[in-house]
């Protein structure tokens, strides 16, 4: 019963965050939109191709990036170990070569691309 209370608490801070992205998604999206229709048209009103490429346009694009950038700078607090072992209740874990999974023994931040790594997977007669 408490383990059931505990990820549901975890799975309401979990969705928190995702609604903050939505949202902050949503806001970026809306400002794309704004300077997509207002920033490429020439002085007739009408949207040409050479407004596209328009350097305040392309600036405009450039600052809504730096915009989501920053708004996803929250995000950084999940990266804590002690955060990130409340919110997701997860311990680290590694497979066997017969394909088990197994509790990780080693160091991740030692983990490299070579399979041969005895870093990647966990001892066989664990």
């Not at 995702?18 to 970026?28: A, L, P, Q, R, S």
């Not at 596209?52 to 700078?73: D, P, Q, T, V």
Request: net charge neutral; hydrophobic share 40%.
């Amino acid at each position: 019963e408490r383990q059931a209370a505990r990820e549901a608490s975890s799975r309401s801070r979990l969705l928190f965050w995702m609604y903050y992205d939505v949202v902050c998604f949503i806001i970026c999206l809306t400002l794309t939109g704004i300077c997509a229709f207002l920033g490429p048209n020439t002085s007739e009103g009408r949207v040409t191709r050479e407004g596209w490429n328009h350097w305040r346009f392309e600036a405009a694009l450039y600052m809504i990036k730096c915009l989501y950038g920053l708004l996803s700078l929250p995000f950084i607090v999940l990266k804590l170990p002690v955060v990130s072992a409340l919110l997701t209740h997860t311990k680290p874990t590694g497979y066997m070569r017969t394909g088990q999974c197994v509790p990780f023994k080693g160091d991740p931040a030692e983990c490299d691309d070579n399979p041969a790594s005895s870093h990647h997977t966990a001892p066989d007669n664990a």
